[in-house]
């Protein structure tokens, strides 16, 4: 009796010892958003200064994939690449007013940065005049609608001249054919920044993709087809949800077209949020399955996003969403090897070039800034405010009693 006392005493004494560190942890640990902005300006800031001040392809270096198809095209492409992935994830914040001081600070010098980004990437004159015209190109000048559809401020802030090229280059991606996948939402990205902005817009453009996914590629319980087939990666996060969700919101908002499709997606983008926050591991983890793995963070763009537009269902709280991108902007920028003189490198755990497609370029990898739409929230916000709580695989993996999962069934 005495000794099973004796080893009670221990145990408490060993579980308050834990519980402790734990706490003496949790308070010493970084705020989240502070960890967010500092993970955030470590890979925005060196895209974003050097495009600033006309310098961005003398001080970029371009890594390629080892399977690359066209080293040159996809060379020249890498820097719009790496410039519209960045400001589609800086947009929100950009928009976003208040806060701290030092946050001010940091985000007044980020707006700079933009305003001369987009100007020296539109100007034909200027050395870091981007390539518009072509497959890759339309890709990556839809991040950049994307950006600008997300932070009007921009727009609003940019003087005539450069408005009028950013129109030119932005036009000139209409001849590229875009391939019959989550291809055609990049067409419709571009239309529907001038649908916003009450320029001229082709809302054919539009029409296909959203009757492609809407009437053809929705296969169920919150996942699209990419194209005809269905594939097991992370497109709905990456491409698909994210542009199709705003697309039909901006329609739905200003023309009244497309009510009814938005209303869906809301619910389909809710079950597919569910999902996505549930593939995140408790080390921060996530199963490295199918294309485009590199791009880190930015498959969780989709998750991302619904916390940000506060359409999260009511399973995820937002502080649980929190806590689970944080520790996959750790785990995966955190990682040894992850920057070489501050640029990204190929890989999804620090450089690893193996894992990278054949159209992966140094540029490709700055999608990431997508997991950061949430900083577009005032710090006052819940997602932020409220304290942290554990996510699902954190509740399950540590014994507790979670409600079990359900596909929903949804038809258009």
Known sequence: MKRMTIKAMIYCMLLFASATGIAQSTKTQK???????????????????????????????????????????????????????TLSGLAPWLQLEGGNADEVKLRNQYREWALKAIANAVNPNAKDYMQWQGGQPLVDASFVALALVRAPWLWEHLDENVKKQLVEALQSTRPTIPV???????????????????????????????????????????????????????????????????????FSTKKKKYVNEFQKQRLIGQ???????????????????????VYRGGVFHHLSE??????????????????????????????PNTFTNGW??????GKQPSVADFYITTGSLYICNDIFLP????????????????????????????????????KY
């Open 180 to 250: 019959y996948s989550n291809w055609i939402l990049f067409s419709g990205m571009i239309e529907t920044f001038f649908m916003k902005y009450d320029l001229n817009y082709d809302p054919l453009r539009v029409e296909f993709g959203v009757r492609e996914f809407t009437k053809h590629w929705y296969v169920g319980d919150g996942m699209y087809s990419d194209g005809m087939e269905f594939h097991f990666d992370y497109y709905n996060s990456i491409v698909i949800q994210p542009y199709l969700s705003l697309i039909l919101e901006e």
């Open 306 to 335: 619904v916390a940000y537009r506060k359409q999260l269902p009511a399973s995820l709280i937002p502080a649980q969403v929190r806590e689970a991108l944080t520790a996959v902007i750790q785990k995966t920028l955190g990682a």
């Open 31 to 85: 705020p989240a958003r502070k960890l967010w902005l500092e993970y955030m300006d470590k890979v925005s800031r060196p895209v974003m200064q050097n495009l600033a001040a006309d310098q961005l392809r003398a001080k970029m270096p371009m890594e390629l994939s080892d399977h690359i198809d066209n080293k040159t095209s996809r060379t020249s492409a890498g820097y719009l690449e790496a410039f519209g992935r």
């Open 375 to 410: 900083l577009g929230l005032p710090e006052t916000d819940d997602f932020w405010s409220a304290p942290a709580a554990p996510w699902t695989s954190v509740k399950i993996w540590s014994g507790q009693d979670v409600p079990a999962d359900h596909a929903i069934d949804i």
């Open 271 to 293: 079950r597919y949020a569910q999902i996505l926050e549930r593939l995140i591991n408790t080390d921060g983890s996530y199963p490295a399955i199918g294309r485009s793995i």
């Open 344 to 349: 990204l490198n190929i890989g999804l755990y």
